[in-house]
């Protein structure tokens, strides 16, 4: 398997893909019930280590226990340290991360199947990440990504692998798309991803018609998350499909973005085509269709229906030649 994720290190590293941007409900803050905050509060308290390594300021992080002692467990400073371990403890898993234990209770079982495909983009030095959760990304024009990862179900609530009820699912679906039509400036190439792998393989295809179209079918794939796996021994592993899925958005990335462009232009050309020859068939006189007909059509034998839909078939595809060489 060290081959295979070397083959795909390799060919990201000759893509033209550096941007890549990941939207999961895991990277979703958990909140802490007062139950826990008891536990909490001693975590902060003796966890000075722990602060540093996740870089959170003294100030905010005393601040932070103060609130705690106050009550104000939902302050600034406790949603600040707390988003700052919980970001820790996705990357590293790490308990020093955790206070009470509460991201292992509430989040293992989806980062279980998210940190492999997070290790194996990571190791690829050229790429650079932006993880989002749930809420409306909030991103500048000039980080849009290149490929955009994105989780089928955007409801940290829904279970791995069990199914969720119809209702659920939708609207987390839902969340996902508009979670997604933001990261779109750029026209990045999308994959879908779920641990719900046979649900999800059968969704993508539906879920890229409700972006409005703004996504082509050749630059949209779906990865089972259970199919990149971290073994003790053996390292990070991949299944031949989301090994393929992966090796075709970053290998066929430069074409796809191009022809998609092309095909965008094309579009675009004609539908200003068409508004342009009807203002100019909306123009002719009536004596001008007349004379056509007596002096040529009538001649010819031929009938004035026939002749328009292949006269003004002729003039549409003029009109979108030049439209689409202007593009």
């Not at 939708?170 to 792998?197: T, Y």
């Not at 089972?224 to 992966?246: C, F, M, N, V, Y």
């Amino acid at each position: 398997m060290a081959e295979e994720v070397e083959l795909l290190q390799k060919t990201v590293s000759a893509s033209d893909i550096k941007r890549v941007a990941i939207v999961d409900d895991v990277f979703d803050t958990p909140a802490i019930s007062p139950d826990d905050m008891g536990a909490v509060l001693d975590f902060f308290q003796n966890g000075q280590e722990s602060r540093a390594a996740a870089n959170v300021q003294a100030d905010v992080w005393d601040r932070a226990i103060a609130d705690i002692k106050a009550n104000e467990h939902d302050s600034a400073n406790v949603s600040e340290s707390l988003e700052k371990l919980y970001e820790k403890y996705v990357d590293t898993g790490d308990k020093k991360y955790d206070p009470a234990g509460v991201f292992a209770r509430t989040r293992d079982a989806n980062l279980g199947y998210l940190r492999p495909l997070l290790e194996l983009l990571r190791s690829c030095e050229s790429l650079v990440l932006s993880k989002f959760g749930s809420q409306e990304p909030a991103i500048g024009d000039e980080e849009m990504p290149d490929l955009v990862l994105v989780d089928l179900f955007l409801n940290p609530s829904i279970a791995p692998v069990e199914e969720p009820n119809q209702g659920d699912a939708q609207a987390a679906a839902e969340r996902s798309l508009s979670r997604v039509r933001p990261l779109l400036k750029k026209d990045p190439s999308i994959i879908l991803m779920s641990s719900h792998g046979e649900r999800g393989q059968q969704e993508a295809d539906s879920y890229r018609a409700k972006l409005n179209d703004r996504v082509y079918a050749s630059r949209l794939g779906f990865v089972d998350k259970g199919q990149i796996r971290k073994h003790p021994e053996q390292g990070l592993s991949i299944e031949e499909a989301a090994r393929d899925t992966l090796l075709d958005v970053f290998q066929n990335y430069k074409f796809g973005k191009a022809l998609s462009e092309a095909m965008t232009r094309w579009l675009a050309g004609a539908k200003d085509a068409v508004e342009t020859i009807g203002k100019d068939v909306r123009n002719l006189q009536l004596k001008e269709i007349s004379y056509l007909i007596q002096f040529r059509l009538a001649a010819e034998g031929q009938g004035l229906e026939e002749y328009l839909e292949w006269f003004f078939g002729e003039a549409l595809l003029d009109y979108i030649i030049r439209a689409v060489d202007d593009a």
